[in-house]
């Protein structure tokens, strides 16, 4: 089409723009609306099935946590907002075992990937559908999901590990008196 110059036109040409505007008004005029309440429907507020919002810790029935610190989620997060703390311990039976200290999240720096739910094996993190993150510092997004251990448990922990001492000192000592009784009836028959 050949470009119109002239004065009548570019009205003609603006004229037809006005009118294709208007056409699209109109049409959204006459849709239906949706009004939000926001701050009074908090409670019957539709939010999506699939929507991220806060990662946390759910727990067991005796309110202890499921997480094993394994770090597999520390490990698939790609920005680096998860920071797991942990420290050997003995059980009561005399094994070593890893036990979750602190579990460090920051809300500000996570992308709401779902990696790190994917990632562990437990079940021991998941994403719920909270949507009011807003604070006025950042000190506040960063949360300690965990329930730490008591003093109780670590004493416990500290005693588990005494007496695990003891029963492979004695061990050793019996394997010691084993190993010196049978070297000295070689020595005798050399």
Known sequence: MAKNNSYFGGVISGIKTLLTGMDITMGEYVTPKITEQYPEN???????????????????????????????????????????LSQMVTTADGKKKKLL??????????????????????????????????????????????V???EEEMKQYEENAKVAAAKAAEAAKAAEKADDANVKPNKEEA
């Open 42 to 84: 908090r409670k019957t507020q539709h939010i999506a099935e699939r929507h991220r919002g806060r990662l946390v810790m759910p727990h067991d029935e005796n309110g202890k946590n499921k997480c094993t610190a394994c770090t597999l989620c520390e490990k698939a997060c790609p920005n680096g907002s998860i920071k797991i």
């Open 101 to 146: 200290t602190d579990y460090q999240y920051n809300l500000g720096d996570c992308m709401f990937c779902q990696l790190c739910v994917n990632a562990c094996n437990f079940g021991a993190i998941e994403f719920v559908k909270d949507f009011e993150n807003a604070t006025f510092s950042r000190e506040a997004l960063e949360l300690h999901l965990n």
């Open 148 to 150: 730490p251990p008591t």
